[in-house]
């Protein structure tokens, strides 16, 4: 029983707050949202103007309108935190952090084998000849890094990671590996925005201008018969407006050009849509049918005040 009544479109908006239902509309509008990944940390810049979205995140993925897929990970560090790290080769031996990549080479000539960091002034230590082509003269027998202080050499140094905010030295033992997340809104996140949410915060809207609002009422043609609309919104009693929430389906197109014929040419007819280009198209201006762009939420918002705002003038 408690389970039915939290899936009522009505109690799910109840349960986000103003924040939540903001960064829903948002987050519908992207596919994805991205992290940018800097020195200075994980940012979403798509998100960066609206506040407390960290915690109104949290609500919305709670109630499963958004899902968070990891992305990719950070190594931070794991005394404060910062993924400001530079990781660095150490000597297995001794520790020291000076050494220097090089290649294990043979000189050709002579057959002498030594890391080609020994070949000073291109010479060959044993037999003295200076090699003049190394790519000829001297055969490669794979990376080395040798340590300048001890004088160990290695294929797989020690790796360490030093973080370059408070110089904690730390290895993959110590390291917090930190997830980084995109944000996605799912199925049920999208239909809460494109029905519920914007009838809702329409809704709001205009009962704060004064007017009244009702939902999935039915209202008389002028032919006789009654059409039912998400939304009327009424001034001193009279309906001064009627608003579909659609997604642009054939048959609602159709349907909306009919119940706009039988409207009362005073009321204002509006639709709002995330399909806007496509259903103007569709009835080509043909008739008094205001489309909005459901996606900018505060621009429909505007909108609507103006087309009745201008009608009460
Ligand atoms: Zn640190
Ligand atoms: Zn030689
Ligand atoms: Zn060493």
């Keep these: 029983m408690a389970e039915a009544e939290a899936r009522q479109p009505g109690s799910i908006i109840r349960l986000l707050d103003e924040s939540a239902i903001r960064l829903l509309f948002r987050l519908a509008?992207?596919?994805?949202?991205?992290?940018?990944?800097?020195?200075t940390g994980i940012e979403y810049p798509q998100l960066r103007d609206l506040e407390d979205w960290g915690r109104a995140m949290k609500v919305l993925e709670?109630?499963?309108f958004v899902e968070?897929?990891?992305?990719?990970?950070?190594?931070?560090?794991?005394?404060?935190?910062?993924?400001?790290?530079?990781?660095?080769?150490?000597?297995?031996?001794?520790?020291?952090?000076?050494?220097?990549?090089?290649?294990?080479?043979q000189h050709l000539v002579c057959g002498y084998t030594d890391t080609q960091i020994k070949f000073?002034?291109?010479?060959c230590p044993k037999c003295g000849l200076k090699i003049t082509n190394p790519e000829a003269e001297l055969i490669s027998l794979g990376v080395v890094y040798e340590c300048l202080d001890c004088g160990s050499r290695t294929s797989r140094p020690k790796m360490v990671h030093r973080c370059m905010e408070c110089d904690n030295i730390f290895t993959y033992r110590e390291a917090s590996y930190r997830p980084?997340?995109?944000?996605?809104?799912?199925?049920?996140?999208?239909?809460?925005?494109?029905?519920?949410?914007?009838?809702?915060?329409?809704?709001?809207?205009?009962?704060?201008e004064g007017f009244t609002v009702e939902e999935d009422v039915t209202l008389p043609g002028m032919s006789g018969v009654s059409h039912k609309y998400t939304?009327?919104?009424?001034?001193?009693?009279?309906?001064?407006?009627?608003?579909?929430?659609?997604?642009?389906?054939?048959?609602?197109?159709?349907?909306?050009?009919?119940?706009?014929m039988?409207?009362?040419?005073?009321?204002?007819?509006?639709?709002?849509t995330d399909n806007r280009a496509a259903i103007t198209r569709r009835i080509a201006g043909s008739s008094n049918i205001r489309v909005l762009d459901r996606r900018d939420v505060d621009k429909l918002i505007e909108e609507l005040k103006n087309i009745v705002g201008g009608r009460s003038l």
């Design 231 to 260: 939304l009327v919104v009424r001034r001193d009693g009279s309906p001064v407006m009627a608003i579909d929430i659609i997604m642009g389906r054939e048959a609602e197109v159709l349907d909306a050009m009919v119940k706009r």
């Design 262 to 272: 039988d409207l009362a040419p005073e009321i204002e007819y509006v639709i709002i």
């Design 62 to 64: 709670k109630h499963g």
């Design 68 to 105: 968070k897929v990891v992305i990719t990970r950070l190594i931070a560090c794991p005394a404060c935190g910062s993924a400001n790290v530079a990781t660095q080769y150490r000597c297995v031996k001794c520790d020291s952090y000076n050494l220097e990549r090089t290649r294990i080479v």
């Design 120 to 123: 000073k002034n291109d010479t």
């Design 29 to 39: 509008d992207q596919i994805v949202i991205m992290p940018k990944v800097s020195l």
């Design 180 to 208: 980084v997340y995109a944000f996605r809104v799912t199925e049920e996140g999208r239909r809460l925005v494109s029905k519920e949410l914007v009838r809702d915060v329409v809704r709001k809207a205009l009962e704060t």
